[in-house]
Nanobody, 117 residues
Framework: QVQVVESGGGLVQAGGSLRLSCVAS????????MGWYRQAPGKQRELVAT???????NYAASVRGRFTISRGNAENTASLQMNSLKPEDTAVYYC???????????WGQGTQVTVSS
């Protein structure tokens, strides 16, 4: 069993910051990729940022330069530092982990981020 648990969402004003955290636990052989995705009402879920076990990162153009994804030392954790938040960043944010030789995907429950002006 693998569980992915997120925390850190909330309500902030435009220009503010939030830090989201994610922890994967259970029967984990390896975590190939951890990432953050988001889904706004009426929109498709979209990539925000990913980080591989080798340290490579990838960002959506809309968040590049404002958001930073980090992997923990044990590589079963990930955080997303979000700075200079904009109202268009408002969404439910989901943590994703791809685990094991078959890269099975596990998702967190989602955490609401709301940015007001």
């Amino acid at each position: 069993q693998v569980q992915v648990v997120e925390s850190g969402g909330g309500l902030v004003q435009a220009g503010g910051s939030l830090r989201l955290s994610c922890v994967a636990s259970g029967n984990i052989f390896s975590i190939n990729v951890m990432g953050w995705y988001r889904q706004a009402p009426g929109k498709q879920r979209e990539l925000v940022a990913t980080a591989t076990s080798g340290g490579s990162t990838n960002y959506a153009a809309s968040v590049r330069g404002r958001f930073t994804i980090s992997r923990g030392n044990a590589e079963n954790t990930a955080s997303l530092q979000m700075n200079s938040l904009k109202p268009e960043d408002t969404a439910v944010y989901y943590c994703n982990a791809r685990i094991g030789r078959f890269a099975v995907e596990y998702w967190g429950q989602g955490t609401q981020v709301t940015v007001s002006s």
